[in-house]
C-alpha cells in the first residue's frame, strides 16, 4: 500500500496536475465558481418541486401521501386533475421545472466571458453573440428535427453541448475579427466611450451571427437528411449496445471524467441517457405495471437503465464521508460539512467546485473509478436475481438508499446503495490519505526559508 502512495503521489498526481493547470480547463472551472450560488438555488427549487409542489408526487400525489386529494375535498384521477389546485400546483411546478434553462443561459453567457479574457476581445459582444447562437440552434433543432416549432429551447440531450459550443465560437470569432482593424466602424469621435466602443464593433458581431446562422442551417438539414440513418443507428447499435457492461463502464467513465474537468459530465453524455438508458426504464415500468396489476412481480428486464444510474452515482456522498474520516485538511472538512445537507439530496455540483474535487490531481482516479466498481458490483447483483431490476421513476433529489428501494420496489434496492454506499467510502480512503500527504509536503515547502 505505501508503494501505491508513492506512486501517486510522485507520478500521477504531478501528470494530472498538469492537465488541471490547462489555462482552458481553468477557465471552464471559473465559470462554474461563478454559477455556484445558481446551482444552488436552482436544485434547492427542485426539492421543493418534488416535495411539494408536484399534484403527482410523494406529498401531493394519490401514490403517495394524498395531500392532494385532502385539499380537494377527496377528489381522485381525472377529478382530482380538473380542480383549480391541481392545475395551480401544476403551473407552480412546471415553472420551477422550467428554471432550468435559466443556468443554460448563464452557463453560455458565463463561460464565453472567461474564454475572451484567454484570447481577447469585448466581453459582452460574445456573451450576446454566444447567448444569440444558442438559441438559434435550439429553435432551429425544435422546429426541424423535433416537428415542433414551440419546443422550449431545442432537445434536452444537446442542450449542454450546444451551450459550450457557441460560447467557444462567439468568443473565438470575435477575437480573431478583433485582429483586423478595417472591420470596425468609423464612429463619430463625440460619441461617448461607452456607446463608441460596441458601435464600432457591429461588423464583427454580425458577422458572428451570420457564420452562427449558416452553421445552424448546415447542422439542422444535415440531421434531417440524414435522420432515419440516425434513429436506425438508435435503435439497432446504441441500445443493444448500452446494455453491456463494457459499454455502461465507458459511459460512467465518460461521465466522470467529465465532471473532473468541469464539463458538465452528464449533460455532455444526455443523448446517451435519453436514448438508451431512460427507454429501458420506461420499458420495465410499463412491464412493472402491467405484471402488478395481474397480481405478479417483475423478475426480468433491462439492467441497465436511467434510475440504475442514480444509485450508481452515489459515491459522491462516500466520497464526502471519507473526506470527514480520514482528511486532516480543515478547509476540507469545513466545505464537506457545509454541502452535506445538499448531497443527501443528490445535490453535487456546487460540491465539485468548493471540495475542490474539479481539476483536483488527488482526487482524479477514485473519483472515476469508485462509479465504474459501482456499476460492475450493482450489474451483478441484479444480473443474479440478488436485487430486483430497477422498475420505477424516481426524483433526482430523494435520498439514498430510499431512492434505491423506490427504484426498485424492495428493500434490496436499499441494501445495494448501503453496501455501494460503504464500498466507496474505502476506495476513496486511501486517495484522501494521499491528499493529506501532499497537502503537508507544500506546506513545508512554504514554511522553508
Not at 426541424?144 to 434536452?156: C, E, K, N
Not at 472591420?183 to 457564420?211: D, Q, S, Y
Not at 465532471?259 to 443523448?271: H, P, Q
Request: with cysteine; glycine share 8%.
Amino acid at each position: 500500500m505505501e508503494q501505491f502512495f508513492d506512486w501517486v503521489e510522485r507520478s500521477f498526481i504531478p501528470w494530472a496536475g498538469r492537465l488541471s493547470g490547462n489555462k482552458y480547463m481553468t477557465a471552464i472551472r471559473d465559470t462554474f465558481y461563478r454559477l455556484i450560488p445558481f446551482f444552488i438555488v436552482l436544485y434547492a427549487f427542485h426539492i421543493v418541486q418534488w416535495a411539494a409542489l408536484d399534484p403527482e408526487g410523494p406529498v401531493m400525489g394519490e401514490n403517495g401521501m394524498g395531500l392532494g386529494a385532502a385539499i380537494t375535498g377527496g377528489l381522485y384521477g381525472e377529478e382530482y386533475q380538473v380542480t383549480g389546485f391541481y392545475r395551480m400546483a401544476r403551473l407552480f411546478s412546471d415553472a420551477i421545472g422550467s428554471s432550468e434553462l435559466l443556468l443554460l443561459l448563464f452557463l453560455t453567457m458565463t463561460l464565453a466571458i472567461q474564454l475572451t479574457k484567454i484570447w481577447g476581445g469585448d466581453k459582452s459582444l460574445a456573451a450576446f453573440c454566444a447567448l444569440g447562437g444558442f438559441f438559434m440552434f435550439t429553435q432551429m433543432e425544435g422546429a426541424y428535427l423535433l416537428g415542433d416549432g414551440i419546443v422550449p429551447l431545442g432537445h434536452p440531450p444537446l442542450r449542454i453541448p450546444t451551450a459550450f459550443l457557441f460560447a467557444v465560437l462567439s468568443a473565438r470569432f470575435l477575437s480573431w475579427f478583433d485582429r483586423f482593424p478595417y472591420l470596425r466602424l468609423n464612429v463619430p469621435e463625440t460619441l461617448p466611450e461607452r456607446v463608441a466602443k460596441p458601435l464600432e464593433r457591429c461588423v464583427p458581431a454580425g458577422m458572428t451571427l451570420i457564420l452562427f446562422l449558416l452553421f445552424c442551417i448546415a447542422v439542422t438539414q444535415f440531421f434531417v437528411s440524414y435522420y432515419n440513418e440516425v434513429d436506425y443507428f438508435i435503435q439497432t447499435t446504441l441500445r443493444p449496445a448500452a446494455q453491456t457492461l463494457s459499454f455502461a463502464l465507458i459511459y460512467e467513465a465518460a461521465v466522470w471524467f467529465g465532471w473532473w474537468c468541469g464539463l458538465f459530465g452528464d449533460g455532455f453524455w444526455e443523448f446517451v441517457y435519453e436514448f438508451a438508458y431512460l427507454p429501458a426504464q420506461v420499458a420495465n415500468h410499463a412491464a412493472a405495471s402491467a405484471t402488478f396489476a395481474q397480481g405478479n412481480s417483475l423478475t426480468h428486464g433491462f439492467v441497465f437503465t436511467s434510475e440504475f444510474f442514480r444509485i450508481v452515482d452515489d459515491h459522491v456522498l462516500s466520497m464526502a464521508a471519507s473526506v470527514l474520516v480520514f482528511s486532516s485538511n480543515r478547509r476540507w472538512r469545513r466545505v464537506t460539512w457545509f454541502m452535506l445537507p445538499f448531497l443527501v439530496f443528490n445535490i453535487a455540483p456546487p460540491f465539485f467546485f468548493c471540495l475542490p474535487v474539479v481539476l483536483n490531481p488527488a482526487l482524479l482516479l477514485p473519483f472515476v473509478i469508485a462509479p465504474m466498481a459501482n456499476t460492475v458490483v450493482a450489474w451483478a447483483a441484479i444480473s443474479w436475481g440478488i436485487v430486483p431490476v430497477f422498475q420505477f421513476f424516481t426524483a433526482y433529489t430523494m435520498p439514498p438508499i430510499l431512492q434505491g428501494v423506490m427504484g426498485t420496489g424492495s428493500l434490496m434496492g436499499g441494501v445495494l446503495q448501503t453496501v455501494l454506499l460503504v464500498l466507496d467510502v474505502f476506495i476513496y480512503a486511501p486517495f484522501v490519505i494521499v491528499a493529506n500527504r501532499v497537502d503537508k509536503a507544500q506546506e513545508g515547502k512554504g514554511d522553508a526559508p
